[in-house]
C-alpha cells in the first residue's frame, strides 16, 4: 500500500456553464489487487461529507466509486463506463434516493506508480427531483 496525495475537483454544470465547483486535497491510499487499481480516502467537512470513506476501483475504462459513512447515514455505489447508465440507491441522512448515472467518458491517465489523474463526465438524476451535469477531476501524486 502506498502513500498518496488527491486533488479532487467537482464540478457541476447547468446549461454547459459551470454553476458550482468543489476542490480540496487529501491524504489517501493507492495499491493493486486482481488487476484492478484502488484509491481510497476519508473524506472532509469541506467535500460534503464528513466522516465518509471513498474507494475508487479503476479497471480498463471503467471507475466504480463506493463511499460509506455509517454513522453519519451515507453510503453510494456508482459505476462510470463510457456511454453506460448506471441506476444505483443513494442513502443519505434523508433517506434513501433513486440515482441514474449516464457516464459522457472515463479517462484514467494513472502510470504504473500511481501517479497521473482521472477524468469522469456524467449526467446524473435523483430520483428526479434534480438532473444535470457533473465533471470530477482527480489529480494523484
Known amino acids: 500500500m502506498k502513500d498518496i496525495m488527491l486533488k479532487i475537483i467537482g464540478k457541476q454544470f447547468t446549461n454547459e456553464n459551470p454553476e458550482e465547483q468543489m476542490e480540496f486535497i487529501t491524504e489517501g491510499k493507492l495499491f493493486e489487487r486482481n488487476g484492478s487499481t484502488y484509491l481510497i480516502y476519508d473524506e472532509s467537512d469541506f467535500s460534503g461529507f464528513p466522516g465518509c470513506k471513498t474507494s475508487l476501483k479503476l479497471k480498463d475504462d471503467t471507475v466504480r ?77
Open 65 to 141: 466509486m463506493k463511499r460509506l459513512g455509517k454513522d453519519v447515514g451515507y453510503g453510494l455505489e456508482i459505476e462510470f463506463k463510457k456511454g453506460h447508465r448506471f441506476f444505483t440507491k443513494y442513502e443519505t441522512p434523508y433517506g434513501v434516493i433513486d440515482m441514474e448515472v449516464l457516464t459522457n467518458s472515463v479517462e484514467n491517465n494513472l502510470s504504473p506508480e500511481g501517479r497521473g489523474n482521472i477524468d469522469i463526465d456524467y449526467h446524473v438524476s435523483l430520483g428526479g427531483m434534480a438532473e444535470g451535469r457533473n465533471e470530477l477531476k482527480i489529480e494523484v501524486s
